[in-house]
């Protein structure tokens, strides 16, 4: 299989992952779908790479070097992040920030351990590459954090799941710093009481209103997604967002009566006009 196929099966994922994220799924099942994909994209390099091998140690070299961490990273990103986002507090902003500084700080001692293998990738430099990125080393050596080389040396070097790692961390560590960054203008924005705006009806008529928000499109043109605005009306009403994007997702999936209180609402404004204008 040459170069060009592997790639093909790399952006294809990589496309197929843009448009989850364009459906504006809540983070923690984004996350979990998106593993899902990446599998999928793994199990096919494996499969071609198993069958058909490689024609020459250059091309063995470039796609455990280049080819495969691109994929394992996002396999390592979305499983951390699926993760992390999963344990995150629901909370005010400032214990959310010191949750996700402690995770930035993980990352951050697994980067440090492998500073000298991350100047080697990030200057381009080759002379070790028959080492890392060729498969049937009989030492493994010293500072590989690479499990799967043990466990699969038909489909792993030394250093590439390693590799993958880093990838996925760095990738981490700018996600979670976007996050901090959001969360301290929150911290700086409406600064609403928590008890100034108090939803005191069914969440799931709360998503109603969002659904129709987003079905008519009177947002932005329609140019905002759903969790952005699940993010909007959690902040509003001090309400965890993941509890309105399930009730959000449970609105979606009613086969009878979908808008329960869109009807409600209907008919109350309807008697007030009735009642107004007798």
Not at 3 to 9: F, Q
Not at 54 to 77: L, Q
Not at 109 to 133: A, P, V
Request: proline share 3%; with cysteine.
């Amino acid at each position: 299989m040459d170069k060009t196929a592997y790639l093909n099966i790399v952006e294809t994922l990589e496309s197929d992952l843009g448009r989850l994220k364009e459906e504006g799924h809540n983070v923690v099942f984004l996350a979990k779908r998106a593993v899902g994909l990446c599998l999928i994209a793994y199990s096919e390099l494996q499969t071609s790479v198993l069958k058909n091998g490689f024609e020459s140690e250059e091309e063995e070299i470039y796609f455990f070097k280049y080819i495969k961490p691109r994929v394992c990273s996002k396999i390592s990103f979305y499983r951390k992040q699926h993760i992390i986002e999963s344990q995150r507090p629901k909370s005010t902003p400032t214990l959310i920030i010191e949750h996700l500084i402690k995770e930035i700080t993980k990352l951050q001692i697994f980067l440090d351990d492998h500073s000298d293998f991350i100047k080697y990738y990030r200057g381009g430099e080759t002379i070790l590459d028959d080492k890392y990125f060729t498969r049937n080393i009989t030492a493994p050596l010293m500072g590989s954090y690479n499990h799967n080389y043990l466990l699969d040396p038909q489909f792993s070097t030394v250093y590439d799941g390693t590799l993958a790692d880093i990838l996925a961390y760095e990738s981490l560590e700018k996600y979670l710093a976007n996050e901090i960054h959001k969360l301290q203008g929150e911290e700086d924005d409406l600064k609403l009481s928590n008890n100034e705006f108090v939803w005191t009806g069914k969440l799931t008529w709360l998503a109603e209103l969002i659904y129709g928000i987003v079905a008519t499109g009177v947002v932005n043109n329609g140019n905002i997604s759903v969790n952005k605005l699940i993010k909007l009306f959690s902040k509003i009403f001090n309400l965890p967002s993941d509890d309105i994007y399930n009730a959000y997702r449970s609105v979606y999936s009613r086969k009878k009566e979908p808008l329960i209180y869109i009807e409600k609402m209907r008919e109350a404004m309807l008697i007030k006009i009735n009642e107004k204008y007798k």
